[in-house]
């Protein structure tokens, strides 16, 4: 992200309202990259860093791992740092041809395809529950084993639960609890992300 001092002064407040917290200092920037998205402070109470996720995504994406998104508003949101920094390969399930699904959404049906193409890619769903739905039930028949799973979509139904049997998986993941949520989180924390990982890897890549 390329930042202007609006930028900083923008961040300078957020971080004057949050004060003390109890997050790492990467998991804060991440923290601070939702708030200054969305101008929502709640999120500092709503999202959720599964053990060594952020570990995970830095390695995963140094590493080039492919990354999946369910719609393209995501795609569109990391395309430019992705492209700026590890310029990994980005899949969304638009880019998947539809088929005539009884029982599942387009957007289930593609991320169920790439997944079983990508079964070690890191996953951003920033507004499907089903496709959530769909990749956690992989996830559980031991099918695919992301590196990591950025899940933010907001929903009454189903969402949350798919979240937490996500959260009690062994794969690294990012949710925000309850309700809310959207594809500008989702972008939101992969762009921070990336922007950390590119800070601890970066000098490493050709």
Known sequence: MEWHVTD???????????GDHVFSPAEYEIVRRVIY???DFEYASLIQFSERALQAAAAALASRTTIIVDVPMAQVGIAESIQNTFAN???CTMDIPPRPQKEKT?????????AKRYPEGVFVIGQSQTALASLVRL??????RPALIVATPAGFIGAEEAKEHLRDSLIPNITIDGRKGCVVVAAAILDGLIDLAWKAYGNFQN
Do not use: M
């Not at 387009?106 to 790439?114: D, Y």
């Open 37 to 39: 998205a969305t101008a």
């Open 8 to 18: 900083a002064q923008s961040l300078a407040i957020i971080d004057s309202e949050i």
């Open 106 to 114: 387009r957007v289930a049906w593609g991320i169920e395809n790439l």
């Open 139 to 144: 996830v559980e028949a031991e099918e695919i």
């Open 89 to 91: 390969e980005i899949y």
